[in-house]
């Protein structure tokens, strides 16, 4: 039992960080600054966290992401007081909006030190606005039993909030009053003496929370009929095997082919489901195949795909949409005939389901199964056979070859609609990851780092501006553990923006649009010590994705065209018959 009592700062500090490893703690990300000295001291001297020092905030924060989404528990960010605690900002907005649970201790100076120009201080009431599931400021650590309940109390509702009942951030702020640094108080020892550790925390041996959350069980009449669809959209699942298990039941029940987005687990998990389309977007684009396809039925199980093509497609749709889903967000962004059904998909296909599976595949699903075989051959014949370094090819290649299991982070921007496009059903058993709740390409590189942070190597696709905008994620690789594959597409500029009409408006399209930064990338891995290497040709690529090494940062640049890029897949790819 690890109480420190050289002072007030110190006892007050242990007693939140032994609480919080009794409810499950295993990872805090700390941030330098003298203000949260007792909060660092604490976390760093307990034997059971793991503390990862990482000198700038932003970059932080998203590594905390990429740990928590990796583990589905909470992690710990500490900061120091002032504008620290601003640049977790991002990070926070995008935990919030994909439901990942951190805890923000943010230190601060104590009541009579605001408002009167003391150095380093700032406004951190409610420093996240509404984006954090709870805030409460701390009060000025005590030394006796009913504070030190008081704080115990206030650590376990914490805990309890950034888990339920959805994952997300909590806020807490911490003020402290001199000494920050362990400067001994006899008081406080002898105050503590006698005080029975053991007893004090007792309660939290062994407390477990229930995972299982109890979703509303009323279901309206469902018609259904044989032309319908499920739509599997984003999703970070903590089973992705049971996951795709329970899609393939309710689609073999139901004969629904099933479209699964790039970063739901389904399209690395092929074999479970008969009727999974991945091509989609495709098939969706020709005109009167997308108009014999709609369908009378839809189910969308989590948040939409990225595909825009896929989202036009369901607004001329007139069928009803549910939406399966125990968050309590509405997932409608088109603003359609949808139902919200605030359940699981188990207890989805438990309450409507009750004959047995079908085993006659009717016209309107034996459409879609073979538009799909019928598409993933010429994506096969396009991409091939294709020398040049085109930036969609690589999702392709990457979707065949990665070890199984393997976790890919895909970034914003073209990565992640590459992968939309091109990534292929397989049985890798891939885990996707990713920040979708703001779609920004803020924090790319830390939350890739902390998802790869441990025993399993992980791979980033990125594209060149998403990565820069992250370089101080490098600095973690000092205290990394685990392996991060970097490959980079290096397009010099924002490949997004070639596709949309900006780009025939040059002047300002490139300088203000594009924003080509000249980067040389073998330069800047030797500056922070990674490994680098420059893919010549498609060839080089399958032998350094598997296998993948142990340990280390390595970065993969791939040089590619913007401008000819945008245009094969404009020109050469969606207009052939």
């Not at 049971?242 to 399209?267: D, M």
Request: aromatic content about 10%; charged content about 20%; glycine content about 4%.
């Amino acid at each position: 039992m690890l109480l420190d009592s050289r002072n007030v700062n110190t006892l007050w500090c242990s007693v939140l960080v032994e609480t919080l490893v009794c409810l499950g703690l295993k990872d805090t990300v700390i941030c330098p600054g003298s203000r949260s000295t007792p909060l660092t001291i604490a976390f760093a001297k307990h034997p059971q966290v793991r503390t990862i020092p990482i000198l700038d905030e932003r970059s932080a924060a998203f590594f905390a992401l990429g740990k928590a989404k990796r583990t589905h528990l909470p992690v710990v960010l500490v900061c120091s007081s002032g504008t620290a605690g601003a640049n977790f900002y991002p990070a926070i907005i995008e935990a919030k909006e994909t439901g990942v649970p951190l805890i923000v201790l943010t230190a601060d100076r104590p009541p009579e030190l605001r408002h009167c120009h003391a150095g380093q201080t700032i406004d951190q009431i409610k420093l996240y606005g509404n984006y954090p599931n709870w805030y409460t400021e701390l009060a000025i650590p005590e030394a006796n039993r009913e504070m030190l309940c008081y704080l115990r109390q206030h650590i376990v509702q914490a805990w309890e909030k950034s888990l339920f009942p959805f994952r997300g951030v909590v806020h807490l702020n911490c003020p402290f009053r001199e000494p920050l640094a362990p400067i001994i108080q006899p008081e406080i020892q002898a105050k503590m003496a006698k005080f029975a550790k053991q007893d004090f925390f007792s309660h939290l041996r062994g407390f477990n929370l229930n995972n299982n959350i109890q979703c509303n069980m009323m279901f309206p009449s469902l018609k259904l009929d044989t032309e319908g669809i499920i739509i599997s959209g984003l999703t970070q699942t903590e089973h992705p095997e049971k996951y795709c298990q329970e899609i393939a039941l309710l689609a073999k029940k139901l004969q629904f082919p099933v479209l699964a987005e790039a970063l739901s687990p389904l399209r690395n998990y092929a074999r479970l489901n008969p009727y999974l389309i991945t091509t989609y977007d495709t098939i969706l684009r020709e005109p009167t195949q997308a108009a014999k396809l709609q369908p009378k039925v839809i189910i969308q199980i989590g948040e939409l795909p990225t595909s825009k093509q896929l989202r036009n497609w369901l607004s001329s749709v007139q069928a009803t949409r549910y939406i399966i889903t125990c968050n309590q967000e509405n997932f409608d962004p088109l603003h359609s005939k949808t139902i919200h059904l605030r359940t699981s998909i188990k207890a989805f296909t438990k309450s409507i389901i009750t004959e047995d599976i079908i085993n006659n595949v009717g016209n309107y699903l034996k459409n879609w199964c073979e538009l799909e075989t019928k598409t993933i051959k010429a994506i096969a014949e396009k991409l091939r056979p294709l020398d040049n370094l085109y930036e969609g090819k690589t999702a392709w290649l990457i979707s065949q070859h990665l070890p199984p299991k393997t976790p890919i982070f895909l970034a914003n921007s073209m990565s992640v609609r590459n992968a939309e496009f091109f990534w292929q059903p397989n049985n890798s058993q891939v885990i996707p990851y990713f920040n979708r709740g703001a779609n920004g390409i803020d924090g790319t590189l830390s939350t890739a780092l902390g998802i790869a942070d441990g025993d399993r190597p992980t791979v980033i696709l990125s594209g060149d501006l998403a990565l820069l905008h992250d370089t101080n994620g490098f600095l973690i690789n000092n205290h990394f553990s685990g392996h991060l594959t970097i490959i980079v597409i290096n397009n010099n500029g924002g490949g997004i923006f070639e596709t949309l009409p900006i780009s025939q408006f040059d002047p300002p399209f490139e300088e203000y649009f594009a924003i080509p930064q000249n980067i040389n990338f073998a330069q800047l891995c030797k500056t922070y010590g990674v490994e680098y290497k420059l893919i010549d040709n498609w060839q080089q690529l399958p032998p350094l994705l598997n296998p993948l090494p142990k340990k280390g940062m390595r970065l993969l640049e791939i040089k590619t065209d913007r401008k000819q890029d945008a245009s094969w897949l404009k020109n050469d790819f969606w207009r052939s018959p």
